[in-house]
């Protein structure tokens, strides 16, 4: 395995990751997605530098939507503080695993740091360190806001393409889940997503994306398991 | 309270359309009602209809009731033609279907459908529909063909009259009419004998008046969308061809229009394009008239004061800022299937207006990101003025058209008109190969002097487009109520007479989007003017032109971003007015749901808005603001003692507490009172694909 200590990567794990575990929907034998993002990263000849105090970090993306923005204002600058201190201010690349909550740094945060969204971490750091040993079929892929936000949708299609070889990039606006929205007020998720399962062919079992709360409403609404993309990068390189 | 006719309309119509979709209370009438117009009317009821069934229903009901209709694709008409103070019928969900035919050569199209989504079911074929407006992102099938809109391409040769196959249509009595299908139109011959001998009479009547006839077949040589497409009664022997091309361009006002079926043309696969600078306006109409003949797919007009409205941006050549007064800009775009023959219709467009000096060099392009420049420049325009305008205003887009040999005459009147009525922001652009120039300004219409002038203007740009000119004065926006006072002024009696007979023919009792193209009322387009009060910064500038809609989770739920700052700006009206508390107390019970809650805030509209409004952020201002202090303090309680909380969570409590610990308002409130975590009752519906808790990390 590759130790150079130079390829050394800030690994964020949003606040949703770290709290929510798998659902139903996941297989037995999958690992929670922290924990398969620090092997992913260590397959790949990364070191990995996780953020102090990791426990009470949050983007502030969840205070921010619900309008409390002090509250947010505070945990971004918290967050921000300790990246720079993990990064050695700005030397190594911050991961995050979550696209909103990357939307969410890249707007609040001043622009000392490297912050990486998950497609492209892996499309340029990781998978060219890997070989895709097993690619899979069909895929479903949905971009969710942030990634049609910072334009990465080609991106993520390209990515995914390197994994299966057939990859049904969902059409729809926002899931409609919207962080806790979904929880709520479901009738948004499900009006968001009433044209989804006609677009996921017969054949395919398996979702991806970049935002876990998302993944949730394309499960409720698909009938299918939907999780990160990291999920998908690490089995076919396994 | 709906006044008793309404309240039957409503009772029966309750019996065959879901409830819920039948809408009458007055934040749902006021969201709906609205257009990208500046004109306001709120409906008494809002029909979401859903299919053809429901629509024949909801016809053969008012008809019964005597109740006017209006029929409604996207709202984003600009003139006046998509509102109504009685029922509207939105036919946009649902209305989703579509059919390639005739291998490929056709489409069907339901009039739900937005424009750009039916070149993407055309795109794999490199084809698209032929209409194509700089709305097509947001505007559908029914407003596009009812309003015959049109963009910087198709010209009056692609439009929805030249383009249109066939069309399916609702009748005021209830009657469908089918043209692609043949027993359909059997039927419909047998059973409407006097409304097919009265189109007869009408095209017989022209066909006898040589000056009449020719009248009408030189005004349609450019783009015109004052009053009905009478050329129909010209191009066309059959009735019933004649029927469907009235169709296009009838603004809603002749019968309902259930799908269309187009022709579809070719979407060249290579583009490129130049922005030829001029010393003046003439010498670029100069060579406008000159490019009527050679390969070229659009020509777009800019004005030196479009120009300085995108001199500032990074992508802009140096010189934009030294250029003289008295330039003038062409925007020249070329496109075909293969590079070579591409060059070649450059080289052919160079040789074609050599004779014209240039103020610099040109050169084609097909870079990206010059390509990319060049159209924002033309693109941007709207967005440009409708973002500097004050707060307070509304953005006028006029839409006039003159024969291409005046173009350059017709350039400086109306430069001089803006002058004299001091519209000092108004900038002049357009499709100048079809003679179509838009001028765009912002009016207040908050006082009576600014109405007034409104109304001067107006009047001299009559006179000025169809006295001088013999232009069009509306090229592609369609008459509306802003119009409307001004057909018979353009047409002549004779021509007004024929339309006038037209509404007769398809609508007797004129309850058929009445007031829209035919209105007696000289001083129709100064009525009913919408407000445009300050609601908040981040709204403010808001155009209400509908463009986020397509892109908006919750539109068709509850509201789209426009509809949420429609509601905002009423609000601030009426508690700055304080005119109607109990309208305002009425529209405040849904506003939480409405605006608030059901928003995901995810600010993909912003990426559609012209003027980059990201609705939600607004919507989370909207939510600080509705906050009280003590769930507040909650919020920033739970903030910095973040990691105990996920702690306890990890350990013991199931992921939705600590969800709802850190994001739920309702739950702050629980927590403040000194309850611990929520109850799984406070969650509206339980879901499977709930996780659970997760492992802490393990850092080393
Ligand atoms: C910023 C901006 C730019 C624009 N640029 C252009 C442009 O370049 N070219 C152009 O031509 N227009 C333009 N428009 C005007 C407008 O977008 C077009 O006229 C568009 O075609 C209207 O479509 P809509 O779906 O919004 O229809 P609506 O506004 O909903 O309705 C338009 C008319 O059609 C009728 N109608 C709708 N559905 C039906 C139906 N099913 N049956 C019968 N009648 C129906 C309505 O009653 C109404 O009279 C622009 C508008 C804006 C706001
Ligand atoms: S928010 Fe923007 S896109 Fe939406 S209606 Fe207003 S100006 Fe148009």
Same mark, same amino acid.
């Given at each position: ?37 620090? !092997? %992913? /990263? ?12 990791? &426990?009470?970090? +949050? #983007? @502030? ?93 080609? !991106? %993520? /299609? ?12 969902? &059409?729809?606006? +926002? #899931? @409609? ?62 | ?700």
């Amino acid at each position: 395995m590759n130790t150079n200590s130079e390829l050394k990567v800030v690994y964020f794990p949003s606040c949703i990751n770290r709290s929510m575990g798998k659902n139903s929907f996941q297989a037995a034998d999958d690992l929670q997605l922290t924990e398969l993002t620090h !092997q %992913l /990263l260590v397959r790949a000849g990364f070191t990995i530098i996780y953020p102090e105090e990791m &426990d009470a970090q +949050c #983007c @502030g993306m969840p205070f921010s939507s619900k309008g409390f923005a002090k509250a947010n204002h505070s945990q971004s600058n918290a967050l921000e503080t300790a990246l720079l201190k993990a990064s050695e201010n700005g030397k190594y690349p911050v991961l995050y695993d979550m696209s909103p909550c990357f939307y969410h740094s890249k707007e609040e945060f001043s622009e000392n740091l490297k912050i990486v969204d998950p497609i492209e971490f892996m499309m340029d750091y990781v998978m060219p360190r890997l070989t895709v040993k097993n690619k899979k079929d069909t895929v479903a892929v949905f971009p969710v806001c942030s990634v049609k936000k910072i334009g990465k949708m080609d !991106q %993520l /299609l390209a990515l995914s393409q390197l994994c299966a070889h057939q990859v049904t990039m969902i &059409d729809s606006n +926002c #899931c @409609g889940f919207a962080g806790d929205r979904g929880f709520l007020v479901p009738e948004l998720n499900e009006h968001g997503l009433k044209d989804l399962k006609a677009q996921i062919p017969e054949s395919c079992t398996e979702g991806y994306s970049t935002s876990r709360t998302c993944e949730i409403g394309f499960e409720r609404m698909s009938g299918i398991d939907f999780k990160s993309i990291f999920y998908l990068i690490e089995e076919v390189t396994r | 309270m709906l006044a008793p006719s309404y309240q039957k309309l409503k009772d029966n119509l309750s019996k065959f359309i879901d409830p819920k979709r039948i809408l009458d209370n007055p934040l749902q009438t006021l969201a709906y009602g609205t257009d990208a117009s500046f004109y306001r009317l709120i409906p008494e009821i809002v029909i979401l209809a859903h299919n053809e069934a429901e629509v024949i229903e909801i016809i053969k009901q008012a008809k019964k009731l005597n109740i006017a209709l209006t029929f409604r694709a996207a709202g984003t008409s600009l003139s006046g033609q998509a509102i109504t103070d009685s029922v509207l019928v939105v036919a946009t969900h649902g209305w989703k279907n579509f059919e390639l035919l005739d291998n490929n050569q056709k489409i069907k199209l339901e009039p739900g459908i937005v424009g750009s989504r039916a070149n993407t079911f055309l795109a794999p074929h490199g084809l698209k529909i032929g209409p194509d407006p700089a709305s097509i992102n947001a505007a559908m099938i029914g407003g596009i063909v009812a309003n015959n809109a049109s963009g910087m391409c198709c010209g009056t040769a692609q439009n929805s009259y030249q383009t249109i196959a066939d069309i399916r249509i609702v009748l005021n009595d209830g009657t469908v009419l089918d043209t692609s299908d043949a027993e359909s139109v059997a039927a419909f011959k047998n059973s409407h004998k006097a409304l097919i001998q009265e189109i007869e009479s009408l095209r017989n009547t022209i066909k006898n008046d040589e000056s009449l006839y020719h009248f009408i077949k030189n005004k349609f040589k450019i783009k015109n969308t004052t009053g009905y497409s009478i050329n129909a009664l010209v191009d066309y022997e059959d009735p019933i061809e004649i029927i469907k091309h009235l169709m296009v361009g009838s603004e809603g006002t002749l019968a309902f229009i259930s799908n269309v079926t187009f022709k579809t043309v070719i979407d060249e696969k290579f583009k490129s394009c130049s922005l030829l600078i001029f010393n003046t306006i003439q010498d670029a109409c100069n060579a406008t008239i000159l490019l009527k003949s050679a390969p070229v797919a659009a020509v777009e007009l800019l004005d030196r004061d479009s120009i300085r409205s995108v001199e500032n941006d990074p992508a802009a050549p140096d010189y934009f800022k030294t250029l003289p007064e008295s330039a003038c800009a062409l925007l020249v775009e070329c496109r075909d299937n293969t590079v070579e023959v591409l060059q070649q219709k450059q080289e052919a467009i160079r040789l074609q207006i050599q004779s014209i000096p240039t103020y610099t060099d040109y050169e084609f392009t097909s870079d990206p990101k010059q390509y990319y420049f060049n159209w924002k420049a033309r693109k941007g325009l709207l967005p440009t003025v409708g973002g500097l305008r004050k707060n307070g205003t509304t953005v006028i887009i006029e839409d006039v058209a003159f024969p291409l040999p005046q173009l350059a005459e017709a350039c400086l009147a109306l430069k001089d008109l803006f002058k004299k009525y001091e519209y000092h922001d108004a900038v002049l652009f357009g499709h100048a190969l079809e003679g179509n120039l838009h001028f765009v300004f912002s009016q207040d219409f908050s006082t009576q002097t600014e109405v007034d002038r409104y109304e001067k203007l107006m009047s001299e740009l009559a006179i000025l487009v169809v006295d001088r000119f013999n232009g069009s004065l509306k090229a592609e926006h369609g008459t509306g109520r802003n119009m409307a006072p001004f057909v018979e002024k353009e047409w002549g009696t004779a021509a007004y007479e024929i339309m006038k007979r037209i509404k007769t023919i398809f609508d007797p009792n004129n309850k058929i989007n009445p007031d829209v193209l035919i209105n007696p009322d000289p001083k129709a387009h100064l009525k009913n003017l919408k407000p445009m009060p300050e609601s908040h910064a981040i709204v403010d500038k808001c155009m209400e032109c509908g463009f986020c809609e397509p892109y908006c989770v919750s539109e068709g739920l509850t509201l789209s971003p426009r509809q949420r700052i429609v509601i905002a700006r009423e609000i601030s009206r009426l508690e700055e007015s304080n005119e109607n508390p109990t309208r305002l107390a009425a529209i405040r019970k849904d506003v939480t749901y409405q605006l608030d809650e059901t928003c995901a805030t995810d600010g993909l509209c912003a990426l559609a808005c012209p003027v980059n409004i990201d609705t939600g952020k607004f919507v989370k201002t909207w939510r600080a603001n509705e906050l009280n202090g003590s769930s507040k303090k909650v919020a920033e309680y739970i903030g910095s003692s973040m990691a105990g909380t996920t702690a306890v969570l990890r350990v013991g409590l199931k992921a939705v507490s600590f969800f709802h610990s850190i994001l739920g308002t309702r739950i702050m409130t629980t927590l403040s009172n000194g309850i611990h975590f929520i109850s799984f009752g406070k969650v509206p519906k339980w879901i499977p694909e709930m996780p659970k808790g997760a492992d802490k990390i393990k850092t080393l």
